[in-house]
């Protein structure tokens, strides 16, 4: 059973960052493309970035492009996503999900495995 664990969230004033980060139990991740989610309070749950198995490809909501980057590290089992000049529109519980391949995709029905979620508000 692969395990994913978020974390980095938190309350952060419009225009600033974080980074967030997401921890994978086992070393079959690096196998996988990878990708994040994000869901607002009463919305459904909507793709924010993915990145292929060698990191080579990403890809991002309209939304954050520019503002957003993905990023892994198969040699540590991690997939971070740094978020810059963050809005208030960004608030949102955000997860980490692994793909059901090596190759990216923007559906959340392609993802087999998702990490319990970790809390970001961007303050007005």
């Known amino acids: 059973q692969v395990q994913l664990v978020e974390s980095g969230g938190g309350v952060v004033q419009a225009g600033g960052s974080l980074r967030l980060s997401c921890a994978a139990s086992?070393?079959?991740?690096?196998?996988?493309?990878m990708g994040w989610f994000r869901q607002a309070p009463g919305k459904e749950r909507e793709f924010v970035a993915c990145?292929?198995?060698?990191?080579?490809?990403?890809r991002y909501t309209d939304s954050v492009k520019g503002r957003f980057t993905i990023s892994r590290d198969n040699a540590k089992n991690t997939v971070s996503l740094q978020m810059n000049s963050l809005k208030p529109e960004d608030t949102a519980v955000y997860y980490c999900a692994r793909k059901r391949n090596s190759y990216i995709g923007t559906g959340e029905y392609d993802y087999d495995y998702w990490g319990q979620g970790t809390q970001v508000t961007v303050s007005s």
């Open positions: 990145i292929s198995k060698s990191g080579s490809s990403t």
């Open positions: 086992e070393r079959t991740v690096s196998s996988y493309a």
